[in-house]
């Protein structure tokens, strides 16, 4: 199976990263390519509707390198935490420019090939669960729109020091489930 991890979180080795490694790991997959969008050059969507008429997108930066990534892998991986009680700005950019993966109005079906499978990463610093389920559901359900055939959830509460999750057995034990589950669907 090949696997992409998209890290959307200012954070080398942040809590993101840490959990999605450990669900890649799990997994036990071998051709796993990690994109890091702190340090890639992303434009934000231009929302000139190039994609809606020719299937990609206009704007030539180092979102295509992720878009190549997504078609080729059987899983995805997204790491994206909550700062400032909504998406990082790092996120909200990667998700924007996944618009490109949709058909025209008004169907906007999806061009990705079926069967793919995704994993959002969700650490926060609060520790209620609940508290950001509103953004949380936000996120799976426009990652599910793009074209991933299932979306499963790792919400993480309590994270604030960096690769924090790491000392948490119990999410390395989630994010652990989750590599297995996905390694033998």
Known sequence: MKVSGIICSPRKNGNSEVLVREILK??????????????????????????????????????????????????????????????????????????????????????????????LVVPQGYEDSREYETHIDQMKNAIATVGFEEVKVLSAPGLNAPGEASTRPDLMEEAKKIGQSLSHA
């Open 26 to 119: 799990s997994g036990g997959f071998e051709d796993v390519e990690m994109f890091y969008a702190n340090e890639m050059h992303i434009m934000g969507c231009q929302a000139c509707y190039y994609c809606d008429k020719h299937g990609e997108c206009a704007v030539q930066d180092d979102m295509q390198k992720i878009y190549e990534a997504i078609e080729k892998a059987d899983v995805v991986a997204f790491g994206a935490p909550v700062y400032m009680f909504g998406l990082t700005g790092q996120f909200k950019l990667v998700l924007d420019r996944l618009f490109a993966f949709l058909g025209p109005a008004p169907e906007f079906k999806s061009r990705l090939p079926v069967g793919k499978k995704a994993v």
